[in-house]
């Protein structure tokens, strides 16, 4: 997936350093010299910026890699696959190694990362379900390199067989859970960042089961609060039926427009009552989300100035923080 060009001042935020370091590498011939564009401006590819990540030096580290985090919300629409698309384009970006795994028949993350659903033959249902000879598809055969830094696990309509299928397995439930050793050790991600469908059945079961993190998009209208109370009675459920440590969770408030009274008064309903959960960033409503995704981009892509790639950027700090954090990130309290 060819990203994009970047210039001089976007990949020295990307890695960390001033311009000027930058361009001192590049005078000093420590890295390799940048592209022009047709006005003579310098750009990098994204290659070229993991490449030069390398050579000065400033991956970042995440503790116990991979950590899994999900964008779970079994309430339809509140922008799950638009938050993890632009949040595993910024996180790559800022060099993790991010595996994105699409768990959603409708394929929404995999088309919002530039892909054509139907175009794959191998999906998350191919990672999880031996076929006929016994044995699950290997890693390799299914993800998709994007950018050196951003991998993908598919979906499509195919996966609509998934919850069926993972029925009739031998520990049904962990399946996600077991792919997720194999990925662990072989050691390839910081970061596996899960698109998950509107819906409570074994697919989220198994994601929940898989997860240290859960971030949850919430849309700021008047079914907020009933959509809350059922995701966290659900992973209340889920901790005390399988004996399970259960994920942290970071309530993500999206849709917010300070112009509309119920934005208003359901955000401060959640500071309220979710306040230990809750993220410092909200996302405002911004129309160059439903954009970005039409043309199958991200916003960084399409419209890098808008207050939406801002909020984004600063929600993917925020997760920077708590996935790079030495201590465990807040737990949900189990009752
Ligand atoms: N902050 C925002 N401002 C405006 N539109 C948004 C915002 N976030 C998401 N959207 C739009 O809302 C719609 C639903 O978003 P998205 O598909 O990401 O939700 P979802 O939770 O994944 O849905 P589903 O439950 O069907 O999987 C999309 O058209 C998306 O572009
Ligand atoms: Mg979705």
Do not use: W
């Not at 469908?197 to 971030?215: F, G």
């Amino acid at each position: 997936m060819d990203l994009k060009y970047y210039k001089p001042f976007e990949v020295a935020r990307m890695l960390g350093i001033s311009k000027e370091r930058l361009l001192d590498s590049e005078r000093q011939g420590t890295i390799a010299p940048s592209l022009r564009d047709e006005n003579g401006i310098r750009v990098y590819t994204v290659d070229q910026i993991e490449e030069i990540r390398d050579r000065v030096g400033l991956r970042p580290t995440v503790e116990n890699p991979p950590r899994v985090v999900a964008v779970f919300n079994m309430k339809g629409g509140v922008g799950k696959s638009t938050l993890t698309a632009n949040l595993a384009v910024n996180l790559a970006e800022r060099g993790f190694r991010i595996l994105g795994m699409d768990a959603d028949p409708q394929g929404h993350l995999t088309a919002s990362l530039g892909q054509e659903p139907s175009s794959f033959g191998a999906t998350l249902l191919q990672l999880l379900v031996p076929d006929r000879t016994g044995e699950a598809a290997a890693l390799d055969d299914v993800r998709q390199e994007l950018t050196p830094n951003l991998h993908l696990i598919p979906a499509n309509l195919s996966l609509c067989d998934l919850n069926l299928l993972l029925f009739q397995q031998p520990e049904r439930e962990y399946r996600l859970r077991r792919t997720m050793e194999q990925i662990r050790n072989a050691g390839s991600y910081d970061v596996v960042l899960i698109d998950s469908p509107p819906s409570y059945d074994l697919t989220s079961l198994n994601i929940l089961l898989a997860c240290d993190l859960v971030i949850a998009p919430v849309k700021l209208d008047g079914n907020s609060f009933y959509g809350l109370e059922y995701l966290f009675d659900t992973i209340r459920k889920v901790g005390r039926v399988y004996r399970y440590r259960i994920p942290a969770v970071v309530i993500v408030p999206n849709y917010y427009n300070g112009n509309f009274a119920v934005s208003r008064q359901v955000l401060k309903g959640l500071r309220a009552h979710y306040e230990p959960y809750l993220a410092r960033t909200v996302i405002r409503q911004d129309v160059n989300f439903d954009k970005a995704n039409a043309l199958r981009q991200t916003i960084f892509q399409t419209a890098p100035s808008s207050r939406g790639s801002k909020d984004v950027n600063s929600l993917s700090g925020e997760l920077v923080g708590l996935l790079t954090a030495r201590e465990e990130v807040r737990g949900t309290t189990q009752s």
